[in-house]
């Protein structure tokens, strides 16, 4: 049996909040004490593949096709962020977009161009693949079926340098949910893999109660994270909302990225879901960069990160690592 080591952390996923998405760096704490070489060792024999280091890049809401008010600027802001990731200094190795790539149309034609506008911006990005998943405006109004057309499954899963990807449709059923076929879908995937093994979701609503009321919300979400429950190293990224926002539940963490277009306000402020004004004056104002600074300290309980807020229209950073969510080994199954 293999010997039981004592929790701790050992990866992190680190964001950098662009406001107009997160920058992850993945990364083993792997310090010079043989005790976190022998971690990283038992970690690797019972998931079956090395940790090795990577970033990645989650964006959201882009709306493609949406021009007027609350926001006249249409695809300006994800063009930036586009400009933005292409200048930071260790390029990802890619970018998932968690839903509403485009603005829906029930005008012929007009929909699908859309869509070829979100490929054309999105293939000026220095990364090797784009992943997305839909929102109900790529596919609320025929299930996926254009979506599936240009861009392909709904949902799928990948692996990348020891981390498992599960991408979920949670829109394509016109109403918030996943659907017995995929649960029982994602199950099946996930029984190839130790309780041990990294996971990140990535899917367009938020897969807990938020605030059902503005439909921020998944219906069987609940299910989703039972199907998770056993595994012990969970992350969730999402979008909808148009805002940041971090969950903890269960031992899972849940991360929003802001929208691309325009930005909501804070449900607890208010009871109105209008989107906040646009001011000409400043106009990524709540789609600014965030920058999340890694701690100084690498022990195995680091200081918290620093947190600042800087416009989207920033250009000089570096060296932008932070969010710290440590990710934890597990006893042998």
Not at 53 to 64: A, G, M, R
Not at 132 to 142: K, Q, R, Y
Not at 158 to 169: A, T, Y
């Amino acid at each position: 049996m293999a010997n039981r080591v004592d929790r701790r952390s050992f990866l992190k996923i680190a964001g950098t909040s662009l406001g107009i998405g997160a920058l992850y760096s993945v990364a083993p704490l792997l310090g010079a004490d043989g005790e976190a070489s022998e971690i990283a060792r038992t970690l690797w024999k019972r998931n079956g593949e090395r940790l090795k280091p990577f970033s990645f890049v989650q964006l959201s809401d882009t709306h493609v096709g949406f021009n007027g008010p609350p926001d006249p600027l249409g695809t300006q802001a994800y063009e930036r962020a586009v400009d933005m990731i292409n200048g930071l200094r260790h390029r990802p190795d890619f970018v998932l977009v968690t839903g509403d790539l485009t603005h829906d149309s029930e005008k012929p034609g007009e929909h699908a161009d859309r869509m070829k506008r979100f490929q054309e911006i999105s293939s000026r990005l220095h990364v090797d693949a784009v992943r997305c998943v839909p929102g109900e405006h790529d596919a609320g109004l025929d299930g996926g079926a254009l979506f599936r057309d240009v861009f392909g499954p709904t949902f799928y899963s990948f692996d990348h340098r020891g981390v498992h990807f599960i991408g979920l449709d949670n829109v394509s059923r016109a109403k918030p949910e996943v659907g017995p076929e995929q649960l029982a879908w994602l199950k099946k995937d996930l029984a190839r893999f130790p309780t041990t093994a990294p996971i990140v979701v990535f899917t367009h609503r938020p897969l807990f109660d938020l605030k059902p009321e503005w439909e921020w919300f998944t219906s069987d979400g609940d299910e989703v994270m039972n199907a998770l429950a056993s595994y012990e190293n969970v992350t969730v990224l999402y979008g909808h909302i148009h805002r940041q926002h971090e969950h903890a539940a269960g031992g899972v963490r849940h991360y929003a990225a802001r929208s691309l277009i325009w930005a909501f306000p804070d449900p607890a402020t208010t009871a109105d879901k209008k989107p906040l004004p646009f001011d000409k004056e400043q106009p990524f104002r709540n789609l600014g960069l965030r920058l999340v600074q890694e701690p100084r300290a690498r022990g195995a309980v680091p200081d918290p990160p620093t947190i600042d807020d800087v416009e989207l229209t920033m250009r000089e950073y570096s060296g932008t690592v932070g969010i710290n969510q440590f990710l934890k080994e597990g006893a042998a199954r």
